[in-house]
């Protein structure tokens, strides 16, 4: 590195903050520790995949599963043997094929009660997917964390029982499993597919780039080497292709109708909403996708007390944080946006009304690189925003619920949300004090406040 500053001008020589120290130590950390995957866990007498719903922090340390990020030769077991346990409401299905030949596999999860006097309508679904970029770790593992949330819920919380009953919910761990295997066999830091390009040298594509609205390869149309390449046709990226044509067949064959698509990356916690392409076109429906933008980022708030911004996707920008910790500064740079991604594809090719990006962590002190303890807190937050989720889809926003009339009053499902969190802290034996509970109002109603200030802002312009 001090080889590589020495060809820049003096006056930048020294403008700089590094974020990680050692590098190579924190790859190595993000791989799991010596002997904990090697095989996938049996189901023969672990706790891991006991059909126990585990809602506590204490539950949740058992599942060696979430110890450490996976590989896919563990992921693809550990889905099978989640449809072999629960085949009343599991299944592994796939939703393409890679580059490489690799399934894109899924798990569906649902209960169709049937009802032959009632005239079948389409299948409310709910997609959430995550890695289509590579190194984005965390974004596998939370889906696969909330995946089994919902799965060892069902029958045993109401609220998650009845959510499996209204939608069927999709769950994609990898978009990108030739990008992901690579990832751990030989760059950590890869990001984007492996198939070939006009360079024999540069393999790659930027599958959230490759989708077929707005489609924009200017950037970098003359660089395969580059880390956004986006190919030279919509739709050249193979795995997004294929994903694309599997979501247009369930709507238009299989009696489907994706009410809602999130896509999972990494990092620097934000929900972003459509569009991404460019900030001079506003969405036919922004108020209602800040209004559950704007739930989602609190569900994740109220769960351990992150923050995570709401903007448009064309407008997201990376907190990069300055390694010295008493001057705190930090910079905001614009974030890659442009055309052919998946969340305006989804939302204005296939009208999925509630379409969103979710940043996951951190902030920058980690980036990609994020360490495994983050799984389960992130897996939390998660789980307790797509929870949210389908909550509002249901039309909760203020209706009280069977348990909130026998207990006297309303509840709205972010009231409702809190209520189940603290219940779930105080199952595991973690005590929340009433001067935690305050500093947590506190910071909510000055977020908030911030929030309504820049709304109104941007419906005056």
């Known amino acids: 590195v001090p080889s590589l500053l020495g060809l820049l001008p003096p006056s930048l020589q020294h403008a700089h903050a590094p974020l990680m120290h050692d590098l190579a130590q924190a790859v190595a950390e993000s791989y799991p520790t010596a002997g904990t995957t090697e095989h996938p866990p049996s189901p023969r007498g672990q706790r891991t995949f006991s059909p126990?719903?585990?809602?506590?922090?204490?539950?949740?340390?058992?599942?060696?599963?979430?110890?450490?990020?996976?590989?896919?030769?563990?992921?693809t077991p550990w889905m099978r043997l989640l449809h072999s346990l629960f085949p009343t409401h599991a299944r592994l299905i796939s939703v393409g094929t890679s580059y490489e030949g690799r399934d894109i596999q899924a798990l569906r999860i649902g209960v169709h009660t049937t009802n032959s006097q009632v005239p079948s309508s389409p299948r409310k679904t709910i997609i959430v997917a995550g890695g289509s970029h590579a190194r984005e770790w965390i974004s596998t593992s939370t889906v696969?964390?909330?995946?089994?949330?919902?799965?060892?819920?069902?029958?045993?919380?109401?609220?998650?029982?009845?959510?499996?009953?209204?939608?069927?919910?999709?769950?994609?761990?990898?978009?990108?499993?030739?990008?992901?295997?690579?990832?751990?066999?030989?760059?950590?830091?890869?990001?984007?597919?492996?198939?070939?390009?006009?360079?024999?040298?540069c393999k790659g594509l930027d599958l959230d780039r490759s989708y077929g609205?707005?489609?924009?390869?200017?950037?970098?149309?003359?660089?395969?080497?580059?880390?956004?390449?986006?190919?030279?046709?919509?739709?050249?990226?193979?795995?997004?292709?294929?994903?694309?044509?599997?979501?247009r067949n369930e709507t238009t064959n299989n009696n489907v109708r994706i009410v809602a698509f999130l896509d999972l990356h990494s990092y620097s916690q934000q929900v972003l909403y459509p569009y991404s392409y460019s900030c001079t076109s506003a969405p036919p429906t922004l108020e209602n996708l800040e209004e559950l933008a704007l739930g989602l980022a609190k569900a994740?708030?109220?769960?351990?007390?992150?923050?995570?911004?709401?903007?448009?996707?064309?407008?997201?920008?990376?907190?990069?944080?300055?390694?010295?910790?008493?001057?705190?500064?930090?910079?905001?740079?614009?974030?890659?946006?442009?055309?052919?991604?998946?969340?305006?594809?989804?939302?204005?090719?296939?009208?999925?009304?509630?379409?969103?990006q979710i940043k996951l962590r951190d902030t920058g002190n980690y980036g990609f690189l994020l360490p495994a303890k983050n799984i389960v807190p992130t897996g939390n937050e998660a789980f307790n925003a797509i929870r949210y989720m389908g909550d509002f889809l249901l039309g909760n926003k203020g209706i009280e619920s069977e348990d909130d009339r026998r207990d006297g009053g309303p509840a709205s499902s972010e009231d409702r949300l809190e209520k189940d969190i603290r219940t779930q802290r105080a199952g595991s034996r973690v005590p929340i004090s009433r001067h935690s509970v305050d500093i947590m109002e506190e910071r909510e109603a000055t977020v908030e406040n911030d929030i309504q200030v820049e709304l109104r802002r941007r419906r005056r312009k």
């Open 300 to 356: 994740i708030r109220v769960t351990n007390g992150e923050t995570y911004g709401v903007t448009s996707a064309c407008e997201a920008k990376v907190p990069i944080t300055s390694c010295t910790e008493s001057d705190g500064l930090k910079a905001w740079p614009l974030i890659e946006s442009g055309g052919g991604s998946a969340l305006d594809w989804f939302y204005h090719e296939l009208k999925v009304k509630y379409s969103f």
């Open 52 to 75: 126990a719903l585990g809602s506590s922090d204490e539950a949740d340390q058992t599942n060696i599963f979430f110890r450490n990020y996976q590989p896919l030769s563990v992921i």
């Open 213 to 247: 609205f707005e489609w924009d390869h200017e950037p970098t149309q003359d660089n395969p080497c580059s880390e956004s390449f986006a190919g030279e046709a919509p739709f050249e990226g193979f795995e997004a292709r294929r994903f694309a044509n599997w979501a």
């Open 144 to 201: 696969n964390y909330v995946a089994y949330s919902f799965i060892t819920a069902y029958g045993r919380n109401k609220e998650i029982t009845k959510l499996l009953e209204a939608f069927d919910w999709i769950f994609i761990p990898t978009l990108n499993p030739d990008g992901y295997v690579y990832s751990w066999q030989t760059d950590r830091l890869w990001r984007k597919n492996r198939q070939e390009t006009s360079l024999r040298f």
